[in-house]
């Protein structure tokens, strides 16, 4: 079994906490993402999951088994970089033999399983090939073969598609969700692009400044966040500060907002942009309907933003589908935002 727990784990240098009491319990082929900006703590979690990093306190086990103080080596995980890491003066194949010579086995097993990980990442035709030979994501595929070629019990991911162009990112994120779903090794992922981590998790970890935000699957983070910070790190959101009063939600702008959630003082109020409808008038028996400006449209391919502000302090985001023919207001225009009583949701004012 690869069920991995990490229990109150936690990395300080001086003062500077990177890591602080991070309990997560990871299901046997689960794929896991950390996500979260730069620095939050992410990458240094799966490095001691890896063991390149020793934890300053905390226990982390891999199938039932304390590995908290073992090395890299004696851990039955495969960690794929962010650089590739791959050796430019070895062949594919050597490179992904690399790790089985260092784990000690034996020659006769070595070559048919080199050629069973670069078959699992179609390869297999490019094994004499050098790393200066191939493209990006051929490189990162090799560095997934790498990981994969001692059969680890768990993969980890660091950035791993970071280093790709945006068209090639999708088609590899693809193939290694595929790959591990076909496997059914666990695996846990690190990245700050909330579109990877919403299209590939089974679940979700959001962090800030070393700490666990918010745990649960996408729909859970996307629909209830926490925090304002988790509102606006996985999808987008306009947000709006205020408080209940009189069974409302007052915004700081002065807006009376019909709300099926009925809280109490100050709160920050997020509403997705595509559950936002924009018309010229008024629409009938909407729970909530604003006249405001056009102050900005962004042109997003399959769909459109159209920035409204509606007073001095609050702005919204309208998203409308690209269709043929579509008739869009221009900058400066009058318009009318409306949105259902259980459209937003409510956050703790705190940022973090």
Same mark, same amino acid.
């Given at each position: 079994?690869?069920?991995?727990?990490?229990?109150?784990? #936690?990395?300080? !240098?001086?003062?500077?906490?990177?890591?602080?009491?991070?309990?997560?319990?990871?299901?046997?082929?689960?794929?896991?993402?950390?996500?979260?900006?730069?620095?939050?703590?992410?990458?240094?979690?799966?490095?001691?999951?890896?063991?390149?990093?020793?934890?300053?306190?905390?226990?982390?086990?891999?199938? =039932?088994?304390?590995?908290?103080?073992?090395?890299?080596?004696?851990? #039955?995980?495969?960690?794929?970089?962010?650089? !590739?890491?791959?050796?430019?003066?070895?062949?594919?194949?050597?490179?992904?033999?690399?790790?089985?010579?260092?784990?000690?086995?034996?020659?006769?097993?070595?070559?048919?399983?080199?050629?069973?990980?670069? &078959?699992?990442?179609?390869?297999?035709?490019?094994?004499?090939?050098?790393?200066?030979? $191939? #493209?990006?994501?051929?490189?990162?595929?090799?560095?997934?073969?790498?990981?994969?070629?001692?059969?680890?019990?768990?993969?980890?991911?660091?950035?791993?598609?970071?280093?790709?162009?945006?068209?090639?990112?999708?088609?590899?994120?693809?193939?290694?969700?595929?790959?591990?779903?076909?496997?059914?090794?666990?695996?846990?992922?690190?990245?700050?692009?909330?579109?990877?981590?919403?299209?590939?998790?089974?679940?979700?970890?959001? $962090?800030?400044?070393?700490?666990?935000?918010?745990?649960? +699957? &996408?729909?859970?983070? !996307?629909?209830?966040?926490?925090?304002?910070?988790?509102?606006?790190?996985? =999808?987008?959101?306009?947000?709006?500060?205020?408080?209940? #009063?009189?069974?409302?939600?007052?915004?700081? =702008?002065?807006?009376?907002?019909?709300?099926?959630?009925?809280?109490?003082? +100050?709160?920050?109020?997020?509403?997705?942009?595509?559950?936002?409808?924009?018309?010229?008038?008024?629409?009938?028996?909407?729970?909530?309907?604003?006249? =405001?400006?056009?102050?900005?449209? +962004? !042109?997003?391919?399959?769909?459109?933003?159209?920035?409204?502000?509606?007073?001095?302090?609050?702005?919204?985001?309208?998203?409308?589908?690209?269709?043929?023919?579509?008739?869009?207001?221009?900058?400066?225009?009058?318009?009318?935002?409306?949105?259902?009583?259980?459209?937003?949701?409510?956050?703790? $004012?705190?940022? +973090?």
């Amino acid at each position: 079994m690869a069920r991995v727990e990490l229990e109150s784990i #936690s990395k300080i !240098y001086g003062d500077f906490r990177a890591a602080e009491d991070i309990n997560l319990d990871i299901a046997d082929g689960e794929f896991l993402i950390l996500l979260g900006p730069s620095g939050c703590g992410k990458t240094t979690t799966l490095r001691m999951v890896a063991g390149f990093i020793e934890p300053t306190a905390g226990t982390i086990r891999i199938g =039932g088994k304390d590995v908290t103080d073992l090395p890299p080596w004696e851990r #039955s995980t495969g960690l794929v970089f962010q650089n !590739y890491a791959l050796f430019p003066h070895l062949t594919v194949a050597q490179n992904v033999a690399f790790g089985l010579e260092m784990r000690k086995v034996p020659k006769a097993q070595i070559r048919p399983r080199v050629e069973e990980a670069l &078959q699992l990442v179609r390869l297999g035709h490019l094994a004499e090939r050098y790393p200066r030979q $191939m #493209s990006g994501g051929q490189q990162q595929r090799v560095a997934l073969a790498r990981a994969l070629a001692f059969e680890p019990d768990v993969l980890l991911l660091d950035e791993p598609l970071s280093n790709l162009d945006a068209k090639l990112r999708q088609e590899v994120r693809v193939e290694i969700r595929n790959l591990q779903q076909r496997l059914g090794i666990t695996a846990i992922m690190v990245t700050h692009d909330q579109e990877e981590a919403l299209t590939m998790a089974d679940r979700l970890v959001v $962090m800030s400044e070393g700490r666990i935000c918010q745990v649960g +699957s &996408q729909r859970d983070l !996307y629909d209830h966040p926490k925090t304002e910070f988790v509102a606006s790190f996985v =999808g987008r959101s306009s947000f709006l500060r205020g408080r209940f #009063s009189g069974g409302k939600f007052i915004s700081t =702008g002065g807006l009376e907002i019909v709300s099926d959630r009925k809280l109490v003082g +100050s709160a920050v109020m997020a509403v997705r942009p595509e559950r936002v409808r924009i018309a010229n008038e008024p629409v009938a028996g909407a729970a909530n309907c604003f006249p =405001g400006v056009v102050e900005f449209v +962004s !042109y997003m391919g399959g769909s459109i933003d159209i920035h409204v502000r509606l007073n001095n302090e609050d702005v919204v985001i309208a998203q409308v589908t690209n269709n043929e023919g579509l008739e869009l207001p221009g900058v400066g225009d009058t318009v009318h935002v409306a949105w259902s009583s259980g459209a937003a949701v409510f956050a703790d $004012m705190p940022k +973090s």
